[in-house]
């Protein structure tokens, strides 16, 4: 059997060293990494939340009756002041009704007076009457006057109290009729109050939907108004960051329309109930200066501040991982990939705080962008 010559094997060869520098590229080789020194610095912990801005007192100005709408006497974007006149209803009507019921409560007034004036009379023919029974009594007694004369004298004093009492009577109805008559002017009064539409406090004039001219319905908006002392952001927050929140902690709030420009807030209130969907519940956070151009709806995020170290070992939320639900890191030390196991404090925009597990100088390590290979214990490592 003859020996393969070295031409023959040449290729072999080739190959074979191909899949040995291979195999000790994969495994041997330093891995390339991003490396980051370990310093100490200020970290301030903040819990983030997205919502819009909203008005804590607004409402909509509506017609209470229906009638055809006479007037709107602001836009949109004007302030306005409390009993400022927003709109009116054509009034005509109802102020025609208020003219019928003052001349009704007129003539019931008289009516009193006129029942008074008869029972006045009746009083008095009564009174005649009795003195005329009595003198005829006692004529009768002496045998001076018939019994006939007694008879009609009593009969006349019987007509005389039934007809006091039929203008008592008469009284009691028309001020029965007359206190009537004031209550449906009031009412009248009211109605004609209705046509006009005021402000119900100091605000701004955020949306008008209806023109002079149309016909309006009760409850049909005409203006919608906020008041401009208390706006806020209403953001939904996750339940789990419900035990670092306290009314009055610092907040910044970032509208999408200004994305570079942040302002100034503040907890003003934590809302009592958590969606069963999103698990999430609401944050309102007063805004303490507003934009130039703001709309009451507008999205935002807001970034709570719930603590502030000005003294820790700052470290990159990106170079953290997690083993059975506990964080970790890799250092680099030797040139070789080592594992410490983490406790962490504030998270926050400049990082999360370590509390134990790394020291000042230490590099941290992990995986390029975009290399999928997870380091490992002891992996040979070399950031570029």
Known sequence: MTRPSLRQLWPWLLLFAGAAGVIYRVRFSPAPVLAHPVAAGEVRGEIMGTGTLEARVKTTIS?????????????????????????????????????????????????????????????????????????????????I????????????????????????????EAQSQGFTAEKTLLYQKEHLAFTEMRSPFDGLVTRRDRDAGGLVVPGA????????????????????????????????????????????????????????????????????????????????????????QPHALVLPAQFVRWRDQRPGVFVEVQGRARWRDLVLGLRGPQGLEVKAGLAAGDHVVRPLDGQKQPLTEGQRVAAP
């Open 63 to 143: 017609p209470r009756l229906q009638e055809r709408l006479a007037a709107v006497l602001v836009d949109q974007g004007e302030t306005v002041k409390t009993g400022q006149l927003l709109a009116r209803l054509d009034d005509a009507e109802t102020r025609q009704q208020v003219a019928i019921a003052e001349a009704a409560l007129v003539a019931a007034r008289a009516t009193v007076e006129r029942v008074r004036a008869d029972e006045a009379r009746a009083q008095a023919v009564l009174q005649q009457a009795q003195r005329d029974h009595q003198r005829s009594l006692e004529l009768l007694a002496g045998k």
């Open 145 to 172: 006057a018939s019994q006939a004369d007694f008879d009609k004298t009593a009969e006349t004093l019987h007509v005389a109290e039934a007809n006091l009492k039929s203008a008592q009577a008469a009284i009691t």
């Open 221 to 308: 908006s005409i203006l919608q108004l906020v008041a401009t002392n208390e706006i806020w952001v209403t953001a939904w927050v996750d339940e789990t960051a419900l035990s670092g929140l306290r009314v009055g902690q610092p907040a910044r709030v970032r509208f999408r329309a200004e994305p570079a420009q942040e302002y100034a807030g503040e907890v003003a209130r934590l809302g009592r109930e958590t969606d069963r969907e999103t698990r999430e519940f609401i944050v309102e956070v007063r805004v303490q200066a507003l934009p130039p151009n703001w709309t009451i709806g507008q999205r935002a995020e807001v970034f709570i501040e719930t603590g502030r």
